[in-house]
């Protein structure tokens, strides 16, 4: 509690200072005196605040240990676990799991998708034919 005070009054003071001395600038001495300790006054309240929060969301928890029934819900564990190397999803071959799933039978009613291959046309291919079709664009553009 003690530690929570002495940050929240050192937050207020630099506050305090940093809008004393812009304050100064345009305004006459006791303007920027009052303007300077109302700063005090909200900078301590909301740093205060701001670090109450902080410490009840990061606060460790006591035990791992399962709780009573009126206690459950009242913690979170922000801990995530140790990274798991993930497979390269870049690479071609199949991941192989270590059950063997490799060696079942495919699903039935499943049947890979067969699109059919774009054949080229060769009567349009003909550049005499597409310098007209060309010629005919430019002209409807005017």
Same mark, same amino acid.
Do not use: W
């Given at each position: 509690?003690?530690?929570?005070?002495?940050?929240?009054?050192?937050?207020? %003071?630099?506050?305090?200072? %940093?809008?004393?001395?812009?304050?100064?600038?345009?305004?006459?001495?006791?303007?920027?005196?009052?303007?300077?300790?109302?700063? /005090?006054?909200?900078?301590? %309240?909301?740093?205060?605040? /701001?670090?109450?929060?902080?410490?009840?969301?990061?606060q460790p928890?006591?035990?791992?240990?399962?709780?009573?029934?009126?206690?459950? +819900?009242?913690?979170?564990?922000?801990?995530?676990?140790?990274?798991?190397?993930?497979?390269?999803?870049?690479?071609?071959?199949?991941?192989?799991?270590? +059950? +063997?799933?490799?060696?079942?039978?495919?699903?039935?009613? /499943?049947?890979?998708?067969?699109?059919?291959?774009?054949?080229?046309?060769?009567?349009?291919?003909?550049p005499e034919?597409?310098?007209?079709?060309?010629?005919?664009?430019?002209?409807?553009?005017?």
């Amino acid at each position: 509690m003690k530690q929570r005070l002495q940050i929240s009054y050192l937050i207020s %003071v630099i506050g305090m200072c %940093v809008t004393f001395f812009f304050s100064m600038l345009k305004n006459p001495i006791m303007t920027s005196l009052i303007r300077a300790i109302v700063c /005090f006054g909200l900078f301590f %309240v909301v740093s205060f605040v /701001f670090i109450k929060l902080m410490s009840l969301v990061f606060q460790p928890l006591k035990s791992m240990q399962p709780q009573d029934a009126e206690h459950l +819900g009242q913690r979170v564990d922000l801990s995530t676990p140790d990274d798991v190397t993930l497979p390269d999803q870049n690479s071609a071959e199949p991941r192989r799991d270590q +059950g +063997g799933s490799q060696d079942k039978q495919p699903e039935e009613g /499943f049947a890979p998708l067969n699109l059919p291959h774009l054949k080229r046309n060769e009567q349009t291919a003909n550049p005499e034919e597409m310098a007209k079709a060309l010629r005919h664009l430019s002209d409807s553009d005017e």
